[in-house]
């Protein structure tokens, strides 16, 4: 495996340059490193089984990826979530500016004719990484996403910023119970995140998770309107440490979650894939490609499903991943703000955690 890595302290982090993956993240929080990012078993696994139409994104699933467009590549031709996540990038440059770091990636093939940058900063003292996703040039509209992934060894609770809707596809991920199985209701929404309906009748928390035992579910989460700050956070029990996603929400409106579980008994799945839970801040329909293009469900209510693209234009995509550790009684986070440098996390319990942040990385 071709990476490239790079590190400022207290972060730490490695490119898959043969898909673009983030293949490992480490974050130093006083004496100790946390991992917040997933990677499948399968990637170190010499022998695992793939089948032949395995998707480069499957068989190299890691940390976070950059999706354009988003699920189903039904415009131009292409594997699911697009080249920038199957195909090789090259390392472009890194740069040092004082108490910054950044590292630049270009992606080898184009999208819709654009030529696709990745650029990835740290910051002496802060514990995030500041990411920006740039097309240039092109013709017609992309939907976007990021892809990123958080292991539970020992389940967690999800925070997040509030919610106009939670909406399922209209068929479940997976339909053959020789295959595998889903638990959320198809075709449902609604907006009481903690009550969302399961296919045999009872109700789901999905800032809960795991849902239950041995399933393979997916929702999109529609921002509510009026917030300049969308956030994720993930507090994981076993492991003690908080995940931390933030986003612009005019710029990716969505945040669809995807829950894997065990729910997949086919390989290289091989019902092996537990505990993730995919953080996807998206501009994109979850129907794929051509539907975010189109008018559809999302669209009609306003909300935002694809970016048009130009000659002569470059669209900007940014999002910040980061973690900090956690007591074992660590409470459930109730809000996220930012007061100049710093950001925010206040628990239930009224107890308030301070952390370095750039507020302007959102901002431009």
Same mark, same amino acid.
């Given at each position: 495996?071709?990476?490239?890595?790079?590190?400022?302290?207290?972060?730490? %982090?490695?490119?898959?340059?043969?898909?673009?993956?983030?293949?490992?993240?480490?974050?130093?929080?006083?004496?100790?490193?946390?991992?917040?990012?997933?990677?499948?078993?399968?990637?170190?696994?010499?022998?695992?089984?793939?089948?032949?139409?395995?998707?480069?994104?499957?068989?190299?699933?890691?940390?976070?990826?950059?999706?354009?467009?988003?699920?189903?590549?039904?415009?131009?031709?292409?594997?699911?979530?697009?080249?920038?996540?199957?195909?090789?990038?090259?390392?472009?440059?890194?740069?040092?500016?004082?108490?910054?770091?950044?590292? %630049?990636?270009?992606?080898?093939?184009?999208?819709?004719?654009?030529?696709?940058?990745?650029?990835?900063?740290?910051?002496?003292?802060?514990?995030?990484?500041?990411?920006?996703?740039?097309?240039?040039g092109g013709e017609g509209s992309v939907s976007v996403a990021h892809h990123v992934m958080v292991h539970m060894a020992g389940g967690g609770d999800l925070a997040i910023s509030p919610k106009r809707l939670a909406q399922t596809l209209p068929e479940p991920l997976e339909t053959d119970p020789a295959r595998?199985?889903?638990?959320?209701?198809?075709?449902?929404?609604?907006?009481?995140?903690?009550?969302?309906?399961?296919?045999?009748?009872?109700?789901?928390?999905?800032?809960?998770?795991?849902?239950?035992?041995?399933?393979?579910?997916?929702?999109?989460?529609?921002?509510?309107?009026?917030?300049?700050?969308?956030?994720? %956070?993930?507090?994981?029990?076993?492991?003690?440490?908080?995940?931390?996603?933030?986003?612009?929400?005019?710029?990716?409106?969505?945040?669809?979650?995807?829950?894997?579980?065990?729910?997949?008994?086919?390989?290289?799945?091989?019902?092996?894939?537990?505990?993730?839970?995919?953080?996807?801040?998206?501009?994109?329909?979850?129907?794929?490609?051509?539907?975010?293009?189109?008018?559809?469900?999302?669209?009609?209510?306003?909300?935002?499903?694809?970016?048009?693209?130009?000659?002569?234009?470059?669209?900007?995509?940014?999002?910040?991943?980061?973690?900090?550790?956690?007591?074992?009684?660590?409470?459930?986070?109730?809000?996220?703000?930012?007061?100049?440098?710093?950001?925010?996390?206040?628990?239930?319990?009224?107890?308030?955690?301070?952390?370095?942040?750039?507020?302007?990385?959102?901002?431009?």
């Open positions: 495996m071709a990476t490239y890595s790079f590190d400022l302290d207290p972060v730490s %982090v490695s490119i898959d340059l043969s898909v673009g993956h983030i293949a490992e993240l480490k974050i130093r929080d006083g004496n100790r490193i946390l991992s917040p990012l997933h990677r499948a078993p399968w990637v170190d696994d010499p022998e695992a089984d793939f089948p032949p139409d395995t998707p480069a994104n499957v068989r190299r699933l890691s940390g976070d990826f950059f999706c354009a467009p988003f699920g189903r590549n039904d415009i131009e031709e292409g594997p699911s979530h697009g080249w920038s996540a199957n195909s090789a990038w090259d390392h472009i440059e890194t740069t040092r500016q004082e108490n910054r770091l950044t590292a %630049v990636f270009r992606l080898q093939r184009k999208v819709m004719g654009a030529i696709v940058e990745k650029r990835i900063s740290l910051i002496a003292g802060h514990p995030f990484i500041y990411q920006e996703h740039s097309l240039t595998g199985r889903s638990l959320l209701a198809a075709g449902t929404e609604t907006a009481d995140l903690a009550c969302f309906p399961l296919a045999n009748g009872g109700v789901a928390d999905l800032t809960a998770y795991p849902l239950g035992d041995a399933h393979e579910d997916f929702a999109a989460l529609v921002e509510r309107p009026g917030h300049s700050l969308g956030w994720s %956070v993930v507090s994981r029990k076993l492991e003690c440490d908080r995940v931390i996603v933030l986003k612009r929400p005019d710029t990716l409106p969505l945040t669809m979650l995807w829950m894997s579980n065990g729910g997949r008994h086919y390989a290289p799945w091989s019902s092996r894939h537990t505990g993730v839970l995919g953080i996807e801040d998206a501009r994109a329909s979850p129907l794929g490609h051509a539907d975010s293009c189109r008018e559809n469900s999302l669209n009609q209510r306003g909300i935002a499903t694809a970016f048009q693209l130009e000659e002569g234009m470059t669209t900007t995509v940014r999002q910040i991943i980061g973690a900090c550790a956690s007591g074992k009684d660590g409470d459930w986070i109730r809000d996220v703000t930012v007061e100049t440098d710093r950001l925010f996390l206040r628990s239930q319990d009224g107890r308030v955690g301070t952390l370095a942040y750039d507020p302007a990385f959102l901002s431009a």
